[in-house]
């Protein structure tokens, strides 16, 4: 008796999951029609079918959460990197063009043509600086930032999400954005009915 009943909860169980994953399949198939047509035709019914049985369990919408919150930290925390260059970079301008004027000011008449090509030269010089190290930052943010989408894809495919994988090609990795924009839709649609998804 007890037997039959553990297999009745898990057909019951069984059909709720297949029920789920019906209604997360069509919500899918509602949301592709909203892309552009060139991406709706790459989403294939296999890869929207496998991509709602990743999203059964509620555990990729957390995934998807938590690696949105590191992205944007890591967003922040450049920016203010990039600040604070931009900032020392204003100040040393100021400074140059403060020690400048005061040595203009205390320079003889007949001197001030040396002394301003002799600036001028220092200006250039500090421009030039300022240009490589502006450059040398967003290399690094870039690379940064492309480190954390590898990171991100590769999250993604070890939770087994469809259509995730490491990859650079620009076509893939706007599939890849739109994936995640389903899921994040899908979420969204979740918080506003009070359950994880729907």
């Given at each position: 008796?007890?037997?039959c009943?553990?297999?009745?909860?898990?057909a019951?169980?069984g059909?709720?999951?297949?029920e789920?994953?019906y209604?997360?399949?069509?919500a899918?198939q509602?949301?592709v029609?909203?892309?552009?047509?060139?991406?709706?035709?790459?989403l294939?019914y296999?890869t929207?079918s496998?991509?709602?049985?990743?999203?059964?369990?509620?555990?990729?919408?957390?995934?998807?959460?938590?690696l949105?919150?590191?992205q944007h930290?890591?967003?922040k925390s450049?920016?203010n990197?990039r600040?604070?260059?931009?900032?020392?970079h204003?100040?040393?301008?100021?400074?140059?063009?403060?020690?400048?004027q005061?040595?203009?000011?205390?320079?003889r008449?007949?001197?001030?043509?040396?002394?301003?090509?002799a600036?001028q030269?220092?200006?250039?010089?500090?421009?030039?600086?300022i240009?490589?190290?502006q450059?040398?930052?967003?290399?690094?943010?870039?690379?940064?930032?492309d480190?954390?989408v590898?990171?991100?894809?590769?999250t993604?495919?070890?939770a087994?999400?469809a259509?995730?994988y490491?990859t650079?090609?620009?076509q893939?990795?706007?599939?890849?954005m739109?994936l995640?924009?389903?899921?994040?839709?899908?979420?969204?649609?979740?918080?506003q009915a009070g359950k994880v998804?729907l």
């Open positions: 008796m007890e037997r009943s553990g297999a009745l909860e898990e019951a169980d059909a709720r999951q297949q789920r994953h209604q997360l399949l069509s899918l509602g949301l029609k909203e892309l552009p047509s060139s991406f709706q035709q790459r294939s296999t929207l496998d991509l709602a049985l990743a999203l059964l369990d509620g555990t990729v919408f957390e995934i998807v959460q938590g949105l919150e590191i930290l890591t967003e450049l920016y990197q600040l604070r260059l931009q900032n020392e204003r100040v040393l301008r100021q400074a140059l063009r403060q020690k400048h005061e040595a203009q000011q205390a320079c008449p007949h001197s001030l043509p040396v002394l301003q090509a600036q030269r220092e200006l250039e010089a500090a421009e030039q600086r240009r490589e190290e450059r040398a930052m967003d290399q690094k943010i870039v690379l940064e930032l480190r954390k590898a990171d991100q894809q590769s993604l495919e070890k087994g999400v259509g995730f490491v650079t090609n620009p893939e990795l706007t599939l890849q739109n995640l924009e389903l899921i994040r839709k899908l979420q969204q649609r979740g918080r998804a």
